[in-house]
């Protein structure tokens, strides 16, 4: 059995309303086994009834999207009651270590999938149990239009452009030749910043004979942190986040012309960037590959079908599901098969007839776990209010990196 290496980010606890779920009357009046399903908002295919209405014809399965679904399953362990049998969510999950007799040990799935391994290894308990498979992941990489590079005398193709730009000092290089016409390569400094950290392994917190230890006061940390807020204040960065309407408009604008960003962001890049089709690229991000957790899926022990609780869980997080994911939705998989299926490792229009698939399931494999402590997110989110706050400011990073780390000791 593999040994738990990650702990997911911690999230905040809030009520739940009345649900349906699992517990009481799930036998339908025919007999037959009624489940239901909570998944967190995009996290499975737009047709996620009808795939599972024919893997299941002889189940009753009831599908229901939840936004704040991590509030509401706490909210739900607590009580023990209105349970789903079976749950897609986040990646908060030491937060449900304490709680994890709540679940079932999907053990045996585990050892079926193939899933790239740390992804695996993102739900095992500290005590070795499998709590959850993965379902999507975010593998990183630098989006860029080739036609932008070319025009500053930069190489197009992906790995010529990932030779050249194979640092954050190049990077660096080409923010400053590209934002002195006008263009930026940098839409955030909270991204380059959580790039920088995933690249080497690090969200804050080191394990200690299986405790998490604060590690907030770390060169990783400083030196991303420090250098990203020197982007945003020398001007390099739009200072725009995905998934607003801020960053779809800089990038309808043209005023960006590369990012880095994870593999699900690619969507995004599609429909804001339409008219640019053609012109994109996707290359390995500067300073190494690069690799965040998405979804998971998991079966709850209230179930009163457990072994069709395992299975529904373990046909949510196998190949077959995530491939319609990733055609529906652009949902990276975790699935190897799926990364080797011909079927979707195909060129892609829009990528100038680049496979994007490969270069991204290379970086997925490529990276390193980051471990994680219960309280990850919780340090996470201070250091990236902090960096949109430089943006606009003249403080110095120093000065804010050593005020969070005043205030992050405790935690």
Known sequence: MRLPRMLAAGAAIATVGALAGCGGDDQASDGQVELTLWARSNSVPDDVQQLLDEQFPDYEITFQD???????????????????????????????????????????????????????????????????????????????????????????????????????????????????????????????YQARLAQQGYAYFEQQDGEAVNAVDSPISHDAFVESAALAQDGLCTNTEPYTPEWNAAMTQEDIVAFVGPAWEDGLLQSAGEQQSGAWRVTTVPGGPAATGGSYVAALAASDHPDEARELAAFIGGAEFQKAG???????????????????ATPQDFYGGQDTLGVLAQTAAEAPLVYQGPNSGTVAAQFFVALNDLASSDEDPAEVYESLLAATAEL
């Open 326 to 344: 990733y055609l529906d939705k652009g949902l990276f998989p975790a699935s190897t098969g799926v990364h080797a299926d011909p079927e979707v």
């Open 66 to 192: 939840i936004p704040d679904i991590e509030d509401k399953l706490r909210a739900a362990l607590r009580s023990k009651s209105g349970l789903p049998d079976v749950v897609v969510m986040g990646g908060s999950l030491p937060s449900f270590f304490s709680v994890s007799d709540q679940f079932l040990d999907l053990a045996d799935e585990a050892a079926a999938s193939d899933a790239v391994d740390w992804t695996l290894d993102l739900g095992l308990t500290p005590d070795g149990k499998q709590l959850t498979l993965p379902t999507d992941i975010g593998p990183w990489g630098f989006f860029y239009r080739a036609d932008a590079l070319e025009a500053l005398g930069y190489p197009t193709e992906p790995e010529a452009v990932a030779a050249e730009i194979d640092s954050w000092e190049a990077y660096r290089e080409l923010a400053e030749a590209t934002a002195a016409t006008g263009q930026y390569v940098c839409d955030h400094a909270g991204q380059v």
